[in-house]
C-alpha cells in the first residue's frame, strides 16, 4: 500500500499518518510513503520508519509496485495536478480518496478505463458502522473551527463579553446557517469565545443540537422545509422558490449579526444562495461573513472562492480546502477514517470487494473497466449498469 504525496495546490495534509502504521501492519499490510508526504503536515520521513513504514524515493515506483493508493485529494478533487497521476495508474490497482465524483464525474471516466478500482470516501453511507470512516464529517469539524478563527482575526471587535474598568465590551454576535457538521462545530467554537450565537438550518430537527451547544435556533415559517433533508442525512435542494422566501426571511437576522457564517451544501449541487449583496449591505460596517461552501459556488452572492471582498464596508471571505491550513489534525482524523475504510475491505491480509455490503458496494466507483457506481452514472447520462458485479478479493 503506498501513500503518495498531495499535489493539489496548497494541499498540507498526508492520507497516513505514523500512529496507524502499526495497526494496519497487524493485518499484513506493508505501507510505503513517499518521501516528504507528511512534511507539510508535521510528520517527517523519520516518524514513519520508527513505526515500520517503507520510504519510497520515487512517486513512480510507488504507483508501480503498489496495490493501493491512499490520497486526500484525487481524481476531480484535484482535477489539475493529479491528471499526472493518470499516467502512473496500472490496470487492477485500488484508489481509495476524497475524489469528488458528484461535483465532477468526468474526471473517472480515463481512470475506469484504465481499469483502476476507485473508492470515494464522499459517497460513504452516512450508517453507525461507517462513523469511523466519515472523512467528510471529520474535515467539516475543522472547517467549522477554522472559520471562527478566521472571522474573529478579520472582525474589528472581540468576540467575548468583558466587564473591564475601562467599561463594558458587548459580546460578538455570530449567525451560522446550515447546522450540519460544519456548522455544529462552528457554533461550539464561537460560543467557546464568548460570541452569542445564533443558528439556522432548514432542517427542524437539527434544532436539539443546535440548542444543546449555548445557541438559539432561529426557526423561519417555510412550507416544505420537511423535504429539505436528502438521503444519509444530506441536505437536498430546493425550488427557487423556496429559496428566495428563505433570503427574505433571513435579512433581518443577517443584519443583526457581527459575523455570518454559511456552511450549506448539497452533494454534487451548486451551493444555494441564501445571502445576497443587498443582505451583506444591510449589515454594519466591520462586519464578516465567512462562507464554507465558497469551493461550490458559495452561498453569499459577494463570495469569490480564494479570496477576501470587501463590500459596503463588510469582509466576505471565500476560503477553499480549510481543512488544509490544520494539516497536523486534519491528517489525524483522515487518517483514521481511511484506515478504518482500508481495514473494513481486508479479509485475511487481502483486499475483498463484497458487494452485498452497503459501505463498500456504496463508495465503489470504478471497477473491471467500467463505471459502476448508480449516482455518478446517472450524472455522467450512463445508463444503469448491468447487476450482478463480481465478486472477490484483490
Do not use: W
Amino acid at each position: 500500500m503506498a501513500v503518495p504525496k498531495e499535489t493539489y495546490p496548497g494541499e498540507r495534509r498526508v492520507a497516513l499518518t505514523p500512529a496507524v502504521i502499526p495497526l494496519l501492519a497487524k493485518k499484513g499490510i506493508t505501507v510505503v510513503v513517499e518521501s516528504g508526504a507528511g512534511v507539510a503536515a508535521g510528520y517527517p520521513d523519520s516518524a514513519y520508519r520508527e513505526k515500520g513504514a517503507q520510504i519510497g524515493s520515487s512517486r513512480a515506483d510507488l504507483f508501480a509496485t503498489a496495490v493501493v493508493i491512499l490520497q486526500v485529494r484525487a481524481l476531480g478533487a484535484n482535477p489539475g495536478a493529479g491528471r499526472a497521476d493518470h499516467d502512473l495508474f496500472r490496470k487492477g490497482q485500488v484508489l481509495i480518496a476524497l475524489c469528488d465524483p458528484l461535483g465532477a464525474p468526468e474526471a473517472f471516466r480515463e481512470p475506469a478505463r484504465l481499469g483502476v478500482t476507485v473508492f470515494s470516501l464522499e459517497l460513504l453511507p452516512r450508517i453507525t458502522r461507517a462513523q469511523s470512516m466519515d472523512a467528510l464529517s471529520s474535515m467539516s469539524t475543522v472547517a467549522g473551527y477554522k472559520a471562527v478563527l478566521l472571522a474573529a482575526a478579520e472582525l474589528p471587535r472581540m468576540f467575548p463579553l468583558l466587564m473591564t474598568a475601562a467599561g463594558t465590551v458587548s459580546p460578538a454576535r455570530v449567525f451560522v446557517v446550515g447546522a450540519g457538521v460544519a456548522g455544529l462545530t462552528a457554533i461550539a467554537t464561537a460560543r467557546r469565545l464568548g460570541a452569542v450565537v445564533e443558528a439556522y438550518d432548514v432542517r427542524a430537527a437539527v434544532k436539539e443540537q443546535v440548542e444543546s451547544l449555548g445557541a438559539k435556533f432561529v426557526e423561519l415559517p417555510l412550507e416544505g422545509g420537511e423535504a429539505a433533508e436528502g438521503a444519509g442525512g444530506y441536505a437536498k435542494a430546493m425550488d427557487e422558490e423556496f429559496y428566495r422566501r428563505q433570503r427574505e426571511l433571513l435579512s433581518r437576522t443577517v443584519a443583526a449579526s457581527d459575523v455570518v457564517i454559511t456552511t450549506a451544501l448539497v452533494p454534487g449541487k451548486k451551493a444555494p444562495q441564501l445571502v445576497t449583496g443587498e443582505m451583506v449591505a444591510g449589515m454594519a460596517p466591520g462586519s464578516v461573513v465567512v462562507d464554507l461552501a465558497s469551493e461550490q459556488g458559495g452561498n453569499c452572492e459577494l463570495t469569490r472562492p480564494g479570496e477576501t471582498v470587501v463590500a459596503h464596508g463588510v469582509t466576505v471571505l471565500g476560503p477553499v480546502n480549510l481543512p488544509a491550513t490544520v494539516p497536523y489534525h486534519a491528517s489525524q482524523m483522515y487518517s483514521k477514517n481511511v484506515s478504518a475504510f482500508l481495514l473494513h475491505l481486508v479479509r485475511e491480509g487481502r483486499l475483498a470487494i463484497d458487494m452485498q455490503d452497503e459501505i463498500t458496494r456504496e463508495t465503489l466507483v470504478a471497477r473491471d473497466g467500467e463505471i459502476v457506481s448508480p449516482r455518478v452514472r446517472a450524472a455522467l447520462g450512463l445508463p444503469a449498469a448491468v447487476p450482478g458485479e463480481r465478486d472477490g478479493a484483490r
